[in-house]
């Protein structure tokens, strides 16, 4: 493990903005000497009895690890729905149950979980993150700490507050999460977009917008902090490998820049796309938890030999959004604002929820979640690949090679109606491209550009008002996707309003799946057909 | 109940921060009208698929609501702990569970609980909260909102951040809850305190501070918005009546003020202390749950008619505090303001706590849950009263009327110490005022103003230094009371730092809270007698 000490010569304290610097320390700080002094009666905080907490115990039917196979599906993927939907109520389960008053010290208690003080989180919860967080991300600094939030929204607006002056900017991808970018508009804080690639934020891009700063023209200095979601990039899909990751923290070393890396999807890293044709017959055998674990794109934490990450993990994704639970992995000193931030707003996550999960967590142990995060990359698998199977089942898809802008190199698949028997009534031709995509290689998003300017009234109507023509015409119909523009960084941007779509295909059940698709198809052909 | 309709032509828009108009409005807004179309396949949320949350169901052994007798001990309360301590162990359950997935559409959904998209709310809970804000608070106009948040210091700063620019200042009372202070610190926001008495804040010096503004020498604009705790105020224990809170919201419309009330003590309403001798042999027959509802002062919200007031409720006190939940009760304006706020920060309340908690209320029903509240009101009543009673064991307690500041008019009791047998050997004479309290009359604390000028010392020695050396002096014996210094609004008010304690006879066992008060007699004794 890569275990540099920090060099604390580098004083970060500097990037604590002001808003951060008044926040009181804790009042309980003083106090702290007295605490777990035995036999200490405290008469200090308003604490009610924890014999009013009116649930003498706590619990449920936990789903084991090993629920979901670690093998993906290979050529079947588009008929394995039709198992997994009568599959799904063969959940195999075990109970768990957490006592308000258990007999042995060292289990998890639902008194103390429901009590006030845990803004550091329930200690057993604690301790398995702070092992996961070793194992898995391996920080290049000892003193690498950790600090439980509700949820990335929270941690991000958190860690924003924390480092941003009203009035700053901040460095994004070109296309990023809205509401990261919502949390900030009320503090003035804009995001300066970075030009992307097939993993993310560009390098080359980075450094040439820092190196060429006009700090007058800018009408703002030089940023400061950086947002950027690494793996599975909301809304285009992409995963940032090791050295693109090492290159963006040496420069961001060089430009005294602050990292806060949200990563939501980083467990959801999956193999390359393979058209159905491509793929084994008897797919590969399937791979260990530990080579699941060896293949994943390392964190910026594991290259932060600084303390200038502050990562974002949430359990949304692997357990469930509605635990409204995540953690900070980040420097001591960080970490400390942003308790001192945490106890002014939100106080600590959720007493139920805290106390469910670390019990699920511990039970399943290490080794289980791990298990169970394998098993969960692998259903995305299969469903990212029953999904664009579903698109070429409905269009011709084209490999081709992107020539330019974010795709240049990279294996792009181009759509056009496939012939139909009534030809000749198709007003388009039947090579016209209507749109394009990359294959995700992680997290829950197809983030696909239109073709708009094959459209026969691409002269008289801009791009944006065919994407939002196009998108009400799909909802009308009966499909629920994401208008591209939402997702741009600003107005500014290449592209910005040029027909783009996110589909997610992370929540519907398989034959939903490949009606959406469908009826994509017609709306779109149709669409394509107006003059 | 009161159900004018609020006079519309007010509009109080004028009152929301430049920080809340830069929210952006739901990006699911445009949406909406998509939405509960049935059969709309919605691929445009990054939502898990249910399926892969790791629990088929969640529950517990949920008390029931007539747990706690509504009947106070009367003059038995001080042995009435014993009964308590082994009565611990015989709670009284019913089991609820909730569902991943359950059979009629009406039941909690755990699926639904666990999944994005409830930042109003689960239904089920919503519901059950509107139709107790109906009841039981009767709001003064017909289309008065709830908004489900996490807990009152979340409500706080959410509707601080909803209502002040940085830099304006806010009315509260002299003493005040301070991590209220701490939210408003980063922006700049200070507090303007008002003058108490035994009701808490008072109304003609309201109208004094408002009417004397003086912008030039307060270096800031009239405040336009109220921080108050108007029942079990914290830290002093007063309760605000109907009359006062009439008084206070007319001025508030007078001058154009944002009433925001931190209630979390509503319901933890007693009866005036009797000394042990004055209660009854056969203390009075219990009172019903009607009575019980009938006889707490009313809100802010009742008399509001003009939708001015923000009312911030928790679940923190009656059923736990890492419940992490609670509600605004406010305008629809204000509401949507709020809810804004909340989808960039905490999003939801946590799913397992949100749905275990509609579980509990559901079953309980509205009548089971004021059962239940008029249970632990009896609880805090007995444990008050009790805690008195310890404090008459130690000390002489001379009831007098207080004659200045905000005691002024208020039955207030003196306690200094008892003939002890070895009486030549103290260096104090017995009839020395060592501290003076008004017992509380809501809430969870006893706040006691020391006595230092009768300290011998106390011509060397500060207030404050010897509010802090005795202090220490309790700590280190044995028991942890919070400093007062902590609780004043600024270092302006009259009587900062001049010897207060504020003492919580919420938590601690029965034998704990009377060993407590024997340390803090022993220590307090020994204390006066230094020279």
Redesign the interface.
Known sequence: MAQEKREKAIDLSHHLS???K???TS?LKG?AK?FG?P???????????E?????????????IPD??AVKTAGQESSLSWFW?LFG?TK?R?NPIVIPKFPSKPDEINLAT????G?STGLPQLQKFIDEFIEKVYQPGYSDCASLIQ??N??GW?RAM?TLCN?GELILTEDWTY??AL??C????VDAVPIAMDKEGMRSDELRKVLAEWDEKARGAKRPHVMYTIPVGQ?PSGATMGAERKKEIYDICVEYDIIIVEDDPYFFLQMSEYKPKSARDMQSAPAESDVQFLAKLAPTFVKFDYQGRVIRLDTF??Y???????GFFTCSPMFSERLQRQG????????????S??AQ?LTTWKFNGYVR?LHG?AT?YTDRRDFFIDCFAEEFHLQLTTGERGAWAGCTVYAASPKPRGDAMSEKYSVGTKMFSFVPPTSG??LWIKMNFENHPSIKSDPEETLEMKLWTKI??A?????PGW?FAANEDIPDAGRGHF????????YP??K??VQ?FSKVTREFFEQQ
Chains 1, 2 share one sequence.
């Open positions: 002001e808003l951060s008044a926040r009181q009042p106090l007295f002094q036999g200490l009666i405290s008469l200090a905080g308003g604490m009610p009895s014999a009013y907490f009116p649930f003498a115990n706590i619990g449920g039917d936990a789903l629920s979901f997994k799904k959940e389960t979980a429901l009590q006030y845990t509700t949820g929204t929270d607006s507050q009203p809205p509401s919502a949390s508009r009320p503090l003035g909301n949304s994704k357990i469930a959004p509605g635990s409204r639970l106890e002014t707003s939100t106080q600590a996550p959720c007493g139920f929820g805290q469910l999960i699920l169970w969960l259903q829950m998003f909802a009308e009966g499909v629920l996707i994401a939402y996110r589909i997610s295909f992370s929540n519907a059940e939903d799946l009606k959406a009826i």
